[in-house]
């Protein structure tokens, strides 16, 4: 079942692992801070709380390097903040304020975006980040410039065609792409097992002759590993590789869903959050202190997007077209 | 001839300019089904004999994938360049193009330069049937962020081609199916340009003003000569592009013929006669002597049948009798 | 000959309308030549109807109080002596439509109403937005226009050529035979601003009173008012807003003014519609500010700007120039004209002319009982009235109404901006 090809992994050393913990933090504030905003406020977009996940988008990001390409498609903000986003951007984007990355465009449904560090953005139709991260890929390989693409998806997404035309081509060019699938068993409410032929969505991989690997996604460092095995790979034009990471989705599939079709309680007892998990590798009292920083960091952030100013309707026309 | 001009074929009007722009700017690949075996695109030397496999790709049949690839590798700073073959493919590769293509920068509120050619050939081609010679450029035209050309010319094919490959913006190329072999004088310059967003008055006239675009132009400018020995004198305006669309000169012809005709070969109904004519009769309504008229395909799917196909698309003899009604309302 | 004549409103010189008030004989009863039929008022005066022939009243058609032309038919007379039961006769054949003789009609009949009996119904005529936009522009009557287009059509090119109509050379002028000269066809806008002074110059009965006006305060004023407001990078205000500010407050305390005379009735417009006269290189035209009293003196300033400049640039669109309830004009903005009477801009009753403003010595009491000589900013506006809608003490109290806006009660046209 784990196809991992052997290779030395590198494992995070502890200033990385402190920047994974304190970014793992970041997030958690900004879910714990949406929770509460969706509830008390009317809130224009749909929030998909990612709490429980973190490990997956944290993880992965920190081994990618700066100019990787990321484009994702999950949920919650990890992989926003991993690959090295402020949280007062990403806040700003979700009240809709110009101080968003998006400017105030991207509100509600995120659009987090900051090419300079390799955060593409996203397209709200679930399996559009196939063909785009290949074409990422194929710029890479046709300017031979070393970087990597990364598709992160749901298991939900994984039964898309675009999947499929993209998995063919890119395993067949060896395109330097890997796809990270987090797998929280969920399909929205449908369980995964209820409309899949196989257990692992990493199963897949044999059918395009490409390593299929299943990682622990509740540990951010088991993550961490796999990710950059399959980079090394792809920077050194072996191709693709698909990840698929074991997640636990701790709230609904959005803010609010009832759940009815989870037995919660029981699935509960099973729960290993992630911060737990990455703090338990960290030195005595770092994770408190990480934790309390990162609360601080989130609450400014959280009062400088309240306070910045709404788009006008000066913005409408704005980005439609380059030079105009 | 004299020595600047050529007499080459549409299609191959295209593909010179394609490989002009390729050799000028590393960045323009070309992808797309059968274009390394040099399907397409056929040059002397061969697309992938000279700038290699990486730049020139074959591809699965995926629409969507191809679509996909491209807006992606353009966001990555590429120029890629991809014939779908079919503008009634655009359905299959819908959420890449429409979405993706058309409204990437603006949902990130970022309008970096982005250059992607997407080249959809649209029309019927005698008998390919009603998934293989539809006219799509309308979609292209309703999902802003796009832009949209028409060449109706080998000139232009040439000219605009380039113009789309120096474009900041996405273009979709709606080449036509009828007119890909069909020779023309082309300007041998390899600097020759078309602007996109211009139209060009393909034959001047003061009685009505018939506004048309790709494969119907050749028919309008025959309507036209016919109906000069009947003494009504049509201006034909060849729209080159639909997006953005040259509303001065079309509204200034209407303004000096006051009688409008569009002309196209897309379906009638919710054909982009349908907004040329809305947008004349909103912004020229006091010039017009007559409503403003429209010809399309019936709104029928098209049959195989060659036959029958024929029927269903604007002729001449139709566009001439459409202009006479015209004239005498 | 038929028993029965057409009865036709005859012709006298330039008389159009005529409103029936009575009829003086009864239907049936005999009439001898000479004796009066029925008593008409017209644009002029009231006058009777004399029978040119004996004869007897066979019917009347029209009632007392319906308003007819002169050359329409009022009802049918026969001839004298004739009987009463055949006269009965001739009126049923005449009202059975298969049977009805064309009745000749009587008296002075103008070609023009026989040309008019004998045309046929016009079928329902459809005239494209081109040739109603041009109709408009250039005051062309569209009914009585003959189309040159498809179907008899009416085109734009008929419409111009109707309104470009030049009679051919131009027309001699008696005694002038000996002098050399050049002339040049008149626009179709200038003579239909020939058409509207002359007519508007023969109908009403207009006067002119003018009164000074100080306007040193509201020059102090405005000065203040520009400086803070150029400070903060805003436009300035007008002096010629600031009287159009004042004007619409005097217009909506004295309806009277802002107003329409008919023969009927005295029409008091309820929105203040305000036209500005503007010259233009191809005549003068009065766009209207519609709902001026709501405007401050900003807004004026702007609306006045604004439509000016789209008059001279010709792009006032149709709704631009109706509706105007009264209009001022400032033919002191060209040069130091003493005194603004102008022609009343029909339907209205009233138009105020601004002539220059000039610096004059004027004599202000000194307070002692005697007078002192000041130089003084000084205008005196112009207001051009209908007599018969208004009288001269009015007029003099909506001058003088004004004048005490202008030099007392400036601050209320400064009023929030």
Not at chain 3, 291 to 306: F, P, S
């Amino acid at each position: 079942m784990n196809n991992s090809p052997q290779s030395p992994l590198a494992s995070p050393g502890p200033a990385l692992l402190a920047q994974m913990y304190r970014r793992m933090a970041v997030t958690r504030h900004i879910e714990r801070l949406m929770a509460r905003h969706v509830r008390e406020h009317k809130f224009s977009g749909w929030w998909h709380p990612g709490e429980g996940q973190e490990a997956a988008g944290i993880g992965a990001t920190a081994a990618m390097a700066v100019d990787d390409y990321l484009w994702y498609q999950g949920r919650g903000c990890s992989w926003a903040i991993g690959k090295g986003m402020a949280a007062e951007p990403i806040l700003a984007d979700l009240l809709g304020k110009v101080t968003g990355s998006t400017r105030g465009k991207g509100a509600g449904v995120p659009h987090w975006s900051d090419r300079s560090i390799g955060v593409m953005g996203e397209g709200a139709t679930l399996g559009s980040v196939y063909p785009l991260a290949a074409g990422s890929a194929l710029a890479s390989k046709i300017r031979r410039d070393g970087r990597v693409s990364l598709a992160d998806f749901g298991d939900g997404t994984a039964a898309r065609g675009t999947f499929h035309e993209t998995m063919v081509h890119a395993a067949a060019w060896k395109l330097p792409l890997v796809y990270f699938c987090e797998n929280n068993a969920y399909l929205v409410g449908t369980k995964l097992r209820d409309v899949s032929p196989t257990e692992n969505i990493a199963d897949y991989a044999a059918g395009y002759h490409i390593p299929g690997v299943v990682v622990d996604g509740q540990d951010a460092v088991a993550v961490y590993e796999a990710v950059t095995t399959a980079f090394a790979r792809a920077r050194a034009g072996e191709g693709p590789t698909l990840i698929e990471a074991k997640v636990f989705r701790r709230q609904g599939h959005y803010a609010g869903d009832p759940q009815q079709y989870r037995d919660i309680e029981a699935e509960l007892k099973h729960y290993r959050d992630p911060l737990d998990v990455l703090g338990a590798r960290l030195e005595d009292g770092q994770a408190a202190q990480l934790y309390a920083e990162a609360e601080t960091e989130v609450q400014q952030a959280y009062a400088a997007a309240q306070a910045a100013a709404e788009p006008d309707a000066s913005v409408l026309y704005q980005d439609l077209y380059h030079g105009q | 001839m004299a020595n600047d001009m050529q007499n080459i074929g549409y299609n191959a009007a295209m593909s010179q300019a394609l490989v002009e722009e390729m050799r000028r700017d590393d960045s323009i690949f070309v992808l797309g089904q059968g274009v390394a075996t040099g399907g397409w695109f056929s040059t002397e030397k061969g697309l992938a004999a000279e700038f290699g496999a990486d730049r020139v790709l074959d591809t699965n049949i995926s629409e969507a994938f191809q679509a996909g690839v491209v807006a992606g590798a353009a966001i990555a700073g590429m120029k890629p360049v991809i014939n779908m073959g079919f503008g009634d493919f655009a359905l299959i590769a819908g959420d890449e193009i429409f979405h993706k293509l058309a409204k990437w920068r603006y949902m990130h509120g970022d309008s970096f330069p982005m250059t992607a050619v997407v080249i959809f050939p649209i029309g019927a081609m005698g008998g390919a049937g009603p998934e293989h010679s539809g006219c799509s450029e309308v979609l292209s035209m309703h999902y802003p962020g796009l832009k949209v050309v028409v060449p109706a010319t080998a000139a232009d094919a040439k000219g605009l081609m380039r113009a789309a490959l120096r474009e900041p913006n996405p273009v979709i190329f709606h080449s036509s199916q009828a007119l890909g072999w069909t020779k023309g004088p082309v300007p041998v310059d390899d600097e020759y340009i078309v602007p996109i967003g211009k139209a060009n008055i393909a034959r001047a006239g003061s009685g009505a003003t018939v506004i048309t675009y790709g494969s119907m132009l050749p028919r309008c400018l025959q309507v036209a000569e016919r109906l000069a020995g009947e003494g009504i004198d049509l201006e034909v305006i060849d729209l080159r592009t639909l997006v953005p669309l040259d509303w001065p000169t079309v509204l200034a012809s209407v303004r000096r013929t006051h009688r409008a005709l569009v002309v196209h070969e897309a379906v009638r109904t919710a054909g982009a006669g349908a907004e040329i004519a809305a947008r004349i009769q909103e912004e020229a309504f006091y010039d017009l002597e007559a409503p403003v008229l429209r010809v399309g395909a019936l709104d029928v799917p098209l049959p195989q049948h060659a036959a029958l196909e024929a029927m269903c698309l604007p002729s001449v003899d139709g566009i001439a009798a459409e202009a006479r009604k015209l004239m005498s309302l | 000959m038929s028993l029965l004549n057409e009865l036709r409103i005859p012709h006298m010189g330039s008389v159009e309308n005529a409103k029936i008030l009575n009829w003086l004989v009864a239907e049936g009863a005999a009439f001898s030549a000479g004796q009066a039929l029925y008593e008409i008022e017209t644009d002029k005066t009231v006058l009777e109807v004399e029978a040119e022939a004996d004869g007897v009243l066979a019917r009347c058609e029209a009632r007392e109080g319906d308003e007819r032309k002169v050359g329409d038919r009022v009802g049918y007379v026969a001839a004298a002596g004739a009987a009463a039961g055949d006269i009965a006769a001739a009126l049923r054949a005449l009202d059975a439509p298969s049977t009805t003789e064309a009745a000749a009609p009587m008296g002075q009949v103008s070609a023009e109403v026989s040309a008019d009996a004998a045309e046929p119904e016009p079928a329902a005529v459809r005239h494209s937005p081109l040739v109603r936009r041009l109709a408009a522009e250039h005051g062309v009557d569209l009914t009585s226009l003959r189309g040159s287009g498809p179907g008899g059509k009416v085109t734009g090119d008929d419409v111009l050529a109707a309104a470009g109509q030049a009679a051919g050379g131009v027309p001699a002028v008696p005694g002038y035979e000996g002098v050399p000269f050049h002339a040049v066809a008149n626009s179709a806008r200038r003579r239909a601003i020939a058409r509207r002074l002359s007519e508007a110059a023969r109908q009403t009965a207009a006067l002119t009173a003018d009164m000074q006006v100080d306007l040193g305060a509201l020059l102090a004023r405005r000065a203040e008012v520009n400086a803070a407001r150029k400070a903060r990078g805003e436009e300035g205000v007008s002096v010629l807003a600031c009287v159009a500010k004042a004007l619409a407050a005097v217009l909506r305390a004295r309806p009277a003014f802002n107003a329409t005379f008919t023969d009927s009735h005295y029409v008091l417009w309820d929105a203040v519609n305000l036209g500005i006269a503007v010259d233009t290189p191809d005549g003068l035209v009065v766009p209207v500010i519609r709902a001026a009293d709501r405007l401050d003196v900003v807004g004026l300033t702007e609306a006045i700007r604004a439509l000016a400049q789209r008059a001279r640039d010709g792009q006032l669109r149709p709704d631009e120039l109706d509706g105007g309830t009264f209009t001022l004009s400032n033919p002191g903005s060209v040069g130091p004209v003493l005194r603004a009477e102008a022609i009343i801009n029909p339907p209205q009753v009233a138009l105020l002319g601004l002539p220059a403003m000039l610096h004059t010595p004027v004599a202000l009491p000194d307070g002692a009982g005697g007078y002192r000589v000041e130089v003084r900013p000084v205008m005196r506006p112009s207001l051009t009235f209908d007599h018969r809608a208004l009288d001269g003490g009015q007029v003099i109290e909506f001058l003088n109404d004004l004048r005490l806006r202008l030099e007392q009660d400036v601050e209320r046209l400064f009023a929030a901006v």
